[in-house]
């Protein structure tokens, strides 16, 4: 999933390089999300970690 969030990061990056906000917005926004999945999932990993312990 990290690799998703690079590869929209580097087409955000490029697209607006290049005059397209409206594909910049949509990268930025889809690994905006993921971001926040994958920092959910975290917390939740990191949760059960400590409850077990």
Request: aromatic share 4%.
């Amino acid at each position: 999933m990290i690799k998703w969030i690079i590869i929209l990061l580097i087409i955000a990056a490029t697209a607006s390089l290049l005059g397209m906000p409206a594909l910049a917005g949509a990268a930025a926004t889809g690994a905006r999300i993921l971001i926040g999945i994958v920092l959910i999932i975290f917390l939740l990993v990191m949760l059960g970690v400590l409850a077990v312990a």
